[in-house]
């Protein structure tokens, strides 16, 4: 079974595999809100492909949010606090304009 983006339904299977969830969300990174089994590299490929993925990462890391931040500067506001200083630097490098409608 597939979903609208042609994915598969990684909910449908009760053991789900890592290559499987893998695949997905090099495809699509927000297929990461079905992955049960999160790893740093399902995790890391998810927000690579798209940095909104951050909200359904379980255990954030710096790098994580770094590269989530980098893919795309809105994730920001998905970043916990611990690593929000670190990514709001990267914003700051890479457009000073877009902090206002970040912050505000």
Do not use: S
């Given at each position: 079974?597939?979903?609208?983006?042609?994915?598969?339904?990684?909910?449908?299977?009760?053991?789900?595999?890592?290559?499987?969830?893998?695949?997905?969300?090099?495809q699509?990174?927000?297929?990461?809100?079905?992955?049960?089994?999160?790893?740093?590299?399902?995790?890391?490929?998810?927000?690579?492909?798209?940095?909104?993925?951050?909200?359904?990462?379980k255990?954030?890391?710096?790098?994580?949010?770094?590269?989530?931040?980098?893919q795309?500067?809105?994730?920001?506001?998905?970043?916990?606090?611990?690593?929000?200083?670190?990514?709001?630097?990267?914003?700051?490098?890479?457009?000073?304009?877009?902090?206002?409608?970040?912050?505000?």
């Amino acid at each position: 079974m597939t979903d609208n983006n042609g994915l598969i339904c990684m909910n449908d299977f009760e053991d789900q595999h890592e290559e499987i969830c893998l695949t997905a969300v090099k495809q699509n990174g927000m297929a990461l809100k079905n992955v049960i089994k999160q790893t740093p590299k399902i995790c890391f490929a998810a927000v690579k492909k798209n940095g909104m993925a951050l909200q359904w990462v379980k255990e954030q890391t710096e790098e994580l949010c770094m590269t989530a931040v980098r893919q795309n500067e809105d994730a920001l506001q998905l970043v916990k606090d611990k690593y929000f200083e670190i990514c709001l630097d990267i914003v700051k490098q890479n457009d000073d304009g877009l902090l206002c409608g970040l912050l505000y």
